[in-house]
């Protein structure tokens, strides 16, 4: 069976962000992209253009819904209001699963607006854990969280970041949103082994994969989405579906974005690994279907 529980036992294929910049060209060509995400926080609201623009995508794509502002590990409960909000929106896109971020970035109502990481203690793994049953149990939907790239760490941390992922999900009992670029990006500023991460997650979690690209520095990397996707996340992605089989898989581009196209063109090199592990799943249906 495609998908997981996770991700409403949906293959949805290769999707793209849905940007402003490509609106126009989305309407008027009506290109062939399998499903788009949207960021939740952009369309939180009443009424006009943006709920109207995606009213118009969804007369014609499938959409996911992708967060930026949950933050599972901040220490304040989540707000009710923007809870209620994110549910009216739920209910008209019918995301099949929501996605948002394993981090912290606000206190006592103040927000950074940054995706910051967490020590990765027990303390932390309850709470967040915690939090995230309490959003899953509101929206009603599965959640995946997904991993952050970083460029600090905690001296008091009690175990890699993937240990600490792999106890949060299992304690939440949520999907994974697994980012290969963050992966890589944090592997590098944190010098681990990036494959060592991926063959540790759940691979019956995984509800989704991001890939994208980024920018290099003397000292570090950056997790810009303002690049083509590298060789080596690419051999991070094709991994993950080794191990995870076919899943939904979105390309990032945020900064500096190049026509639609270009765009879409970038993301569809990722069925070159989809399109085998699709077949590997057929096989066995195929030789139930003829007994």
């Given at each position: 069976?495609?998908?997981?529980?996770?991700?409403?036992?949906?293959?949805?294929?290769?999707?793209?962000?849905?940007?402003?910049?490509?609106?126009?060209?989305?309407?008027?060509?009506?290109?062939?992209?399998?499903?788009?995400?949207?960021?939740?926080?952009?369309?939180?609201?009443?009424?006009?253009?943006?709920?109207?623009?995606?009213?118009?995508?969804?007369?014609?794509?499938?959409?996911?819904?992708?967060?930026?502002?949950?933050?599972?590990?901040?220490?304040?409960a989540?707000?009710?209001?923007?809870?209620?909000?994110?549910?009216?929106?739920?209910?008209?896109?019918h995301?099949p699963?929501?996605?948002?971020?394993?981090?912290?970035?606000?206190?006592?109502?103040?927000?950074?607006?940054?995706?910051?990481?967490?020590?990765?203690?027990?303390?932390?793994?309850?709470?967040?854990?915690?939090?995230?049953?309490?959003?899953?149990?509101?929206?009603?939907?599965?959640?995946?969280?997904?991993?952050?790239?970083?460029?600090?760490?905690?001296?008091?941390?009690?175990?890699?970041?993937?240990?600490?992922?792999?106890e949060?999900?299992?304690?939440?009992?949520?999907?994974?949103?697994?980012?290969?670029?963050?992966?890589?990006?944090?592997?590098?500023?944190?010098n681990?082994?990036?494959?060592?991460?991926?063959?540790?997650?759940?691979?019956?979690?995984?509800a989704?994969?991001?890939?994208?690209?980024?920018?290099?520095?003397?000292?570090?990397?950056?997790?810009?989405?303002?690049?083509?996707?590298?060789?080596?996340?690419?051999?991070?992605?094709?991994?993950?579906?080794?191990?995870?089989?076919?899943?939904?898989?979105?390309?990032?581009?945020?900064d500096?974005?190049?026509?639609?196209?270009?765009?879409?063109?970038?993301?569809?090199?990722?069925?070159?690994?989809?399109?085998?592990?699709?077949?590997?799943?057929?096989?066995?249906?195929?030789?139930?279907?003829?007994?």
């Amino acid at each position: 069976m495609a998908g997981n529980r996770f991700n409403g036992f949906q293959n949805h294929g290769v999707g793209i962000g849905l940007r402003i910049p490509h609106y126009d060209h989305i309407f008027s060509h009506k290109p062939a992209v399998d499903w788009f995400e949207i960021i939740s926080e952009n369309y939180m609201i009443d009424g006009g253009r943006p709920l109207h623009m995606l009213d118009r995508i969804m007369e014609q794509y499938k959409v996911v819904q992708h967060g930026v502002s949950m933050y599972f590990g901040s220490s304040q409960a989540p707000d009710r209001e923007h809870l209620s909000r994110l549910k009216t929106l739920t209910k008209r896109t019918h995301t099949p699963w929501l996605s948002d971020h394993l981090c912290w970035g606000s206190i006592d109502g103040t927000y950074s607006h940054d995706l910051l990481p967490l020590p990765y203690t027990w303390e932390a793994v309850e709470k967040t854990a915690a939090r995230i049953r309490e959003v899953q149990d509101f929206l009603e939907i599965p959640i995946a969280v997904e991993n952050v790239s970083s460029y600090a760490e905690f001296t008091f941390s009690e175990m890699t970041e993937w240990e600490f992922l792999n106890e949060v999900v299992e304690r939440a009992d949520c999907g994974i949103l697994l980012d290969v670029n963050n992966i890589y990006v944090s592997s590098v500023n944190h010098n681990f082994a990036p494959m060592d991460y991926v063959n540790a997650v759940p691979a019956e979690r995984v509800a989704q994969i991001h890939i994208a690209g980024h920018s290099r520095y003397e000292k570090y990397i950056l997790d810009t989405h303002d690049h083509p996707v590298i060789e080596p996340v690419w051999d991070l992605y094709a991994r993950a579906i080794e191990r995870c089989g076919p899943t939904p898989t979105l390309l990032e581009w945020d900064d500096r974005i190049p026509a639609f196209d270009e765009v879409h063109a970038e993301a569809r090199k990722a069925e070159k690994y989809l399109q085998p592990a699709q077949s590997k799943e057929l096989v066995p249906e195929l030789i139930g279907a003829a007994k």
